[in-house]
Nanobody, 116 residues
Framework: VQLVESGGGSVQAGGSLRLSCTAS????????LAWYRQAPGKERELVAR????????IYAASVKGRFTLSRDKGKNMMYLQMDNLKPDDTAVYYC??????????WGRGTQVTVSP
């Protein structure tokens, strides 16, 4: 499985961005998809995740109500709509695909910068 993120950029607080993740390769082997982020000097943290058999994403408390994870199964794509962005949302955002037997696959990340 290969993952490529896009859609990052710089916005002011209160603005919106939409991230995209394109999956290719053995996508049928994916059990779970997720978005993570890593801010400078901090550990990588989970933002949102979804089982491929589910229509109900799970969100970190810090983004719940502001971020929306969605999928286009036919196009093997996952999105993260980010609204009401805050400076604390500044980070590199990573797409993650998990196979429970084979492990994780990561994209290279896309930078999101939110200015006050």
């Amino acid at each position: 499985v290969q993952l490529v993120e896009s859609g990052g950029g710089s916005v002011q607080a209160g603005g919106s961005l939409r991230l995209s993740c394109t999956a290719s390769g053995s996508t049928d082997s994916i059990n779970e998809l997720a978005w993570y982020r890593q801010a400078p000097g901090k550990e990588r943290e989970l933002v949102a995740r979804i089982l491929v058999t589910s229509n109900f994403p799970i969100y970190a408390a810090s983004v719940k109500g502001r971020f929306t994870l969605s999928r286009d199964k036919g196009k093997n794509m996952m999105y993260l709509q980010m609204d009401n962005l805050k400076p604390d949302d500044t980070a590199v955002y990573y797409c993650n695909a998990q196979n429970y037997l084979l492990g994780d696959t990561w994209g290279r990340g896309t930078q999101v910068t939110v200015s006050p």
